[in-house]
């Protein structure tokens, strides 16, 4: 059965990649066979011309595999492909090495549907041309609503080849490039059934499924990817007494380095468990966009809360924000000012709307200008609480009930 026409895109690309890539580095000496394989480009449309220039060429070297595509491409302009994937063949045992020969093997087998074959020779073509990796893999993913394609790709790449790190920043892309969610969620799923995704697969296939609008499903792989010890901290949200060891990337907290602003863990002062999370402010102005960590709540009623101990010398107050990932704020929870001293509590309830797929957390200093955002001293903060209370219609039947 003959593979349809998008697929075939995948060698396409390969194709006229390698050819301008030859043309532009002047791959081949001026001069003896090398010169006539390379001349032989302005003549793929005569099948006798290239073999001719093929067998020349095979009067100097016999073994050369230039000559063998020459006669391979011969054959698929004659409309014998069985003949031409013969050569093909031939011409990469001569030269294993040859993108060319490897990548016009590759769209032979394809064509024929011989999905197995072709990607042993896909993982040969990315072996020996790093430049080929990202659209060959792009081409791939975007043909990944073929199963049979799907699997065998996830099985050349849970063997670990040294290509499979080029994997994930295709799967990221740029915004313009970036691969159909629901095709690399196809991909990621075959993948993750033979093989332990890594760090950076996890992360892309987070990405999709928020895409894909299944933040929830996304958050129960990040989760069970984890260690038991680290499994425990779950909750609403995940380790919202800080006593995990480290940040934990996913749906766990995660903050960026800012000037004037350094935080890490302290088991010196907390609320309650072994430690809390510290912030100190060097006394600069500061826009201070702290910790944050992706959600996945469903559509109801919540209530917020949190504990703080605000030891800073600023005039603005710290708040908890959630936001749907469409941007739109659901609640800001202000915590305690500075001046009431020591640990105290805030809370707050809010509602998430059912267009509102995914959200998160971030806590944010509230100053406006920049003298309002000059900053000094600690801020402690611990216990952060997500509570879903139940709704109208529930509490309704609850009281019929009694």
Request: glycine share 8%; proline share 5%; with cysteine.
């Amino acid at each position: 059965m003959r593979m349809g026409s998008g697929l075939l895109a995948v060698i396409v690309v390969a194709w006229l990649s390698w050819q301008q890539l030859r043309v532009d580095a002047n791959v081949g000496a001026a001069f003896g066979p090398d010169r006539r394989i390379t001349d032989a480009r302005g003549e793929v449309n005569d099948a006798q011309t290239l073999k001719a220039i093929a067998r020349a060429t095979l009067r100097d070297r016999p073994i050369d595999a230039g000559a063998f595509r020459l006669l391979g491409l011969a054959a698929r302009l004659e409309g014998d492909p069985e003949r031409a994937g013969d050569l093909f063949r031939t011409a990469a045992r001569r030269s294993p090495r040859d993108e060319v020969a490897q990548a016009m093997l590759v769209d032979e087998l394809f064509a024929q549907g011989r999905v197995a074959q072709g990607m042993r020779h896909v993982d040969a073509l990315l072996r020996v041309a790093p430049r080929m990796r990202a659209p060959v893999l792009a081409s791939l993913i975007a043909n990944a609503a073929n199963p049979e394609l799907r699997s065998e790709l996830a099985r050349v790449l849970a063997t670990n080849p040294p290509w499979r790190e080029a994997f994930p920043s295709v799967l990221r892309g740029s915004d313009a490039m970036r691969p159909d969610p629901a095709r690399s969620e196809a991909v990621l799923a075959s993948l993750a059934g033979v093989a332990a995704l890594t760090p950076s697969e996890l992360a892309a296939r987070i990405e999709a499924l928020t895409a894909l609008g299944q933040p929830a499903q996304a958050r129960a792989i990040w989760l069970q990817s984890l260690p038991q010890r680290e499994r425990r901290l779950d909750g609403l949200p995940f380790d919202g007494g800080f006593e995990g060891d480290r940040q934990i990337g996913g749906f766990g907290w995660w903050w960026d380095d800012e000037s004037g602003a350094l935080l890490s863990l302290d088991a010196n002062e907390r609320a309650q468990g072994r430690q809390s999370l510290q912030a100190q402010f060097s006394g600069r102005a500061v826009r201070f966009a702290g910790p944050r960590q992706r959600l996945a709540l469903a559509p109801g009623r919540y209530e917020i809360s949190s504990a703080a101990n605000d030891r800073t010398s600023s005039s603005r107050r710290f708040a908890w924000f959630i936001q749907c990932t469409s941007g739109v704020t659901l609640v800001r929870l202000e915590l305690p000012a500075a001046s009431t001293g020591g640990w105290q509590n805030a809370r707050t309830q809010f509602d998430v709307p059912r267009d509102c797929l995914g959200q998160q957390l971030t806590l944010r200093h509230t100053g406006r200008s920049m003298a309002e955002r000059q900053i000094g001293g600690t801020l402690h903060v611990d216990n952060v609480r997500l509570r879903n209370l139940p709704g109208l219609r529930a509490l309704q039947s609850a009281s019929r009930r009694e």
